[in-house]
């Protein structure tokens, strides 16, 4: 594997569930982000973490839980989701903080 | 309020012609500016940048170019190939100052037509 990978790549939960986003870094970088993005609107940062600590989250909402148990690892953890969280969400990394980012591939969460 | 606008949803160009992408900053602690541009199920792709010390970067078929006095850049692509048809993003970064992450613009669709 190379660059940036995430799984799974589509992924369709109701309001319920607890599922979790998988984001893997092959480039030896050390700081990681998770974005949102949804129809017509830039892309919207949720978290970075740089060294595996975090150092930046956005007013995101408790029901988005991230982790970075290593620099090359970083999960989204989503439980009692709503409707409108429906986006693709896209997984990047750097070499360090700030700098310029590679991305996943994301993956598109419908919210049923 | 967007502190990086890219006033046109779409863009429309002849195979062959230049391809111009417009960008628009209101932030003056920008000092880094990067474009990528995203294929459909695909994340965005870093396509070249350039530093507020400069004007003009030039990869190949792609040039950035920055007037700081206007607060704005420009991507051109010449020769436009259909290939190139994708969104485009432009992304600002204060390395210097407080605002430490990517501000990213909405995006332009650019169709390139053979």
């Known amino acids: 594997e190379t660059g940036v990978t995430q799984t799974p790549r589509h992924l369709v939960m109701g309001m319920t569930n607890k599922k979790s986003l998988k984001c893997e870094q092959h480039?030896?970088?050390?700081?990681m982000y998770w974005y949102k993005q949804s129809a017509k609107k830039p892309l919207e940062l949720m978290f970075v973490?740089?060294?595996?600590?975090?150092?930046e989250n956005n007013s995101v909402p408790s029901r988005f839980s991230p982790e970075c148990p290593n620099s090359s690892h970083l999960f989204l953890h989503l439980h009692t989701l709503q409707p409108e969280d429906s986006a693709l969400y896209l997984c990047?990394?750097?070499?360090?903080?700030?700098?310029?980012?590679?991305f996943g591939p994301g993956t598109r969460l419908t919210v049923l | 309020d967007q502190q990086v606008k890219q006033n046109s949803p779409s863009l429309s160009v002849q195979e062959g012609r230049i391809s111009i992408l417009n960008c628009d900053y209101t932030?003056?602690?920008?000092?880094?500016f990067l474009w990528y541009k995203k294929y459909p199920a695909e994340g965005p792709t870093f396509l070249i940048s350039?530093?507020?010390?400069?004007d003009k970067n030039e990869d190949g078929r792609f040039t950035v170019f920055l007037n700081k006095s206007a607060k704005h850049l420009s991507l051109h692509i010449v020769p436009s190939q259909p290939g190139d048809s994708a969104v485009y993003f432009c992304?600002?970064?204060?390395?210097?100052?407080?605002?430490?992450?990517?501000?990213f613009g909405k995006g332009t669709k650019l169709s390139v037509k053979p």
């Open positions: 990047a990394s750097s070499q360090d903080y700030p700098g310029v980012q590679f």
């Open positions: 480039l030896g970088h050390n700081a």
């Open positions: 973490y740089s060294l595996e600590e975090r150092v």
């Open positions: 932030n003056s602690m920008f000092d880094y």
């Open positions: 350039i530093s507020s010390i400069k």
């Open positions: 992304a600002a970064i204060a390395y210097g100052g407080s605002q430490g992450n990517l501000i």
